[in-house]
């Protein structure tokens, strides 16, 4: 076959280390399209995305030859470097270790995608520690609750 043909879709959750309230309304816009770029310039599709202050979730369609791994490695540095040359952040910004990433069928694109776009109204309900558990055993991922990511009661 001379060509490789795929359909693979990854949702993508990650956090900022600390779990610390700091992307701002004010660069959130921007910091999604910079995230985006990234996502495009390693041959990817980003289909929604949503950057809460403390988390944020991707839905991309990967392409075959490039690993979640990878891509979030490029998105996470990425974006760290361009939130801190731009002095968004007082001290130095990072990402927390690790992320969630979770496959689905061309079926589910539109609900996820909804779902993604609807984060505000979203976490009005529902506390991310619970969501992401929640999605762990959805996706029947055995877990150890030590290796989650960092939590951190939020402050107002």
């Not at 310039?41 to 929604?48: D, H, I, L, S, V």
């Amino acid at each position: 076959m001379a060509n490789t043909y795929t359909q693979l879709y990854v949702q993508f959750v990650f956090s900022v280390r600390g779990r610390e309230n700091v992307i701002s309304e004010k660069f959130r816009d921007e910091l999604e399209k910079i995230m985006c770029g990234i996502i495009t310039n390693q041959g990817c599709k980003t289909y929604a995305i949503y950057c809460n202050p403390d988390h944020t979730h991707i839905l991309v369609g990967m392409h075959p030859v490039m690993s979640p791994s990878k891509l979030m490695e490029h998105v996470k540095s990425g974006s760290s470097k361009w939130i801190n040359e731009k002095n968004l952040y007082p001290g130095r910004f990072s990402w927390q270790d690790g992320f969630g990433a979770f496959t689905y069928g061309k079926s589910q694109i539109n609900t996820v995608v909804k779902y993604i776009l609807n984060q505000p109204e979203h976490y009005k309900k529902v506390a991310f520690k619970d969501e992401y558990t929640l999605f762990l055993k959805k996706f029947e991922i055995d877990f150890k609750e030590a290796y989650l990511f960092e939590w951190y009661e939020l402050k107002s």
